[in-house]
């Protein structure tokens, strides 16, 4: 079956470390987003990719990187310079330029301990 | 800019009660209009959608009208069961900005009790 997968699960940061989160997907999908959840919020955009080695920021970018060296992958790092990276990080996919409904990924609960 | 307001919730009903849960928007641009459902601890999945003024989207006993007119896409059911229990997102995406992002609601959670 296709679909995202995201991992870790659950993971936990000290203060001060940089972490990454892995985003995949196997629906042949071209573009990729990745959004933060926090408590009785809706989604935030963090970052996002068209195609292949491209990539934009969203609307909450700073103290996050991410990459795009292949069309499955799109992993996020959460850098120390996110003052408050604690919420639950969600990935998703549409397929081609028509856009239409994203899929996500069932998502990565952060907290910095 | 683009926003959504989605009614505040959460939203307890008794099983087999109608639901509905109100969305209002704004848009610049023709957005495409989406209901999510976020189970405990899972990811969003689509529960229904509509591309252009006046079409209904369906699924599961669930329904919403795109409202040009009014900018509104509430979500209905005529009949809810204990499953139905989740956070309901109402979203846009304006496919003509180039990034296609979804812009959120906050979400209503939806309590069904037996």
């Known amino acids: 079956d296709g679909g995202i997968t995201q991992s870790p699960k659950y993971l936990f940061r000290k203060e001060g470390q940089n972490v990454t989160l892995s985003c995949e997907q196997n629906?042949?999908?071209?573009?990729m987003y990745w959004y933060r959840q926090d408590p009785g919020q809706g989604l935030r955009l963090i970052y996002y990719?068209?195609?292949?080695?491209?990539?934009q920021k969203g609307d909450i970018a700073e103290g996050y990187s991410v990459s795009r060296e292949k069309k499955e992958s799109f992993p996020l790092t959460v850098t120390s310079a996110q003052k408050n990276p604690t919420a639950f990080y969600l990935c998703?996919?549409?397929?081609?330029?028509?856009?239409?409904?994203?899929?996500f990924g069932p998502g990565t609960r952060l907290t910095v301990l | 800019g683009n926003s959504v307001t989605q009614m505040e919730g959460p939203v307890t009903l008794s099983e087999e009660a109608f639901l509905t849960i109100n969305c209002t928007y704004t848009?610049?641009?023709?957005?495409?209009l989406f209901w999510y459902v976020q189970y405990p601890g899972e990811g969003l999945q689509l529960l229904l959608k509509?591309?252009?003024?006046?079409d209904k989207g369906s699924n599961k006993g669930f329904e919403a009208t795109y409202r040009k007119e009014t900018t509104s896409f509430h979500l209905e059911k005529g009949s809810v069961q204990v499953s139905d229990s989740a956070v309901y997102f109402c979203?846009?995406?304006?496919?003509?900005?180039?990034?296609?992002?979804?812009?959120f609601g906050s979400g209503t959670r939806l309590q069904v009790q037996p």
């Open positions: 990719s068209q195609i292949v080695n491209d990539f």
């Open positions: 979203a846009l995406s304006v496919g003509d900005t180039g990034r296609r992002a979804l812009t």
């Open positions: 848009a610049t641009g023709y957005p495409s």
């Open positions: 629906l042949n999908h071209d573009a």
């Open positions: 998703a996919s549409i397929r081609g330029p028509q856009g239409g409904e994203q899929f």
């Open positions: 509509a591309t252009k003024a006046d």
